[in-house]
């Protein structure tokens, strides 16, 4: 078990462009989270994936982001068309169902995806 | 919708003191876990401690405590004998058990320092 591993750790890229990140999740982990980190905030909900169903998008994601979770294993985060206001430090976080006792509820966390837009 | 709250941005202690981070939350809701997470300077967020809404007893691990009051909606972080290795950004986060979408909500965070 090599915890939840999130690619690239950082990524500079100029307004307009698209940018993809790339969350692999701990092992059967079915659950997986992203979540959308600025500077002075606490994590902010985006999307959330039961294997490879995405069941929510957070009403703030614009329709330039889009996830995908295809079977079931990692996922990808795509912004298209990058604004300044996306910088921020990307978040995945995977849960396994069924976890009982004292991690019911726990995510396990990558380190994030820094994402500055000039 | 359920909101959490801290209050504090920032706190600071002295190396072996104890210091209590506060958090209160929002929620019609009767059946949910509370959490604290903290975030290391670059690196990821981990579990710290957790509780069961339904459960009286506060729950603890190690020099890590709270003190959960239902009734007033607040679950306080307190950490006894600071070390340096606890300077990080503490979370409060909030999942409902049942009926929800399991989907944990977070606090803003506390900024912890501990100075030697």
């Known amino acids: 078990d090599t915890g939840v591993s999130q690619n690239p750790r950082h990524k500079i890229t100029k307004r307009g462009q698209n940018v993809t990140f790339r969350c692999d999740p701990i092992?059967?982990?079915?659950?997986l989270y992203w979540y959308r980190q600025t500077l002075g905030q606490g994590p902010e909900f985006l999307t959330y994936?039961?294997?490879?169903?995405?069941?929510?998008k957070s009403r703030l994601l614009s329709d330039r982001f889009s996830a995908e979770r295809p079977k079931g294993s990692f996922s990808t985060l795509e912004i298209q068309r990058t604004e300044q206001g996306d910088s921020a430090m990307y978040l995945c976080?995977?849960?396994?169902?069924?976890?009982?006792?004292?991690?019911?509820?726990?995510?396990?966390f990558g380190e994030g995806s820094r994402l500055t837009v000039l | 919708a359920q909101t959490v709250t801290q209050s504090q941005p920032e706190m600071s202690v002295q190396e072996a003191e104890t210091v209590t981070l506060s958090c209160t939350y929002d929620?019609?809701?009767?059946?949910?876990?509370l959490f604290w997470y903290k975030q290391p300077p670059s690196r990821q967020m981990i579990l710290v401690i957790r509780?069961?809404?339904?459960?009286?007893q506060n729950a603890t691990e190690n020099r890590f405590s709270v003190n959960f009051q239902k009734a007033a909606k607040s679950f306080s972080l307190k950490i006894s004998d600071s070390q340096l290795g606890d300077t990080a950004m503490y979370f409060c986060?909030?999942?409902?058990?049942?009926?929800?979408?399991?989907?944990?909500?977070f606090g803003r965070g506390t900024s912890l320092i501990v100075h030697p």
């Open positions: 994936f039961q294997n490879e169903a995405q069941l929510e």
């Open positions: 509780q069961e809404a339904y459960k009286q």
């Open positions: 976080a995977s849960s396994p169902t069924g976890l009982a006792g004292s991690r019911t509820g726990e995510l396990f």
């Open positions: 092992s059967e982990h079915n659950r």
């Open positions: 986060a909030f999942l409902l058990a049942s009926g929800g979408s399991y989907i944990p909500t």
């Open positions: 929620t019609s809701e009767n059946n949910y876990y």
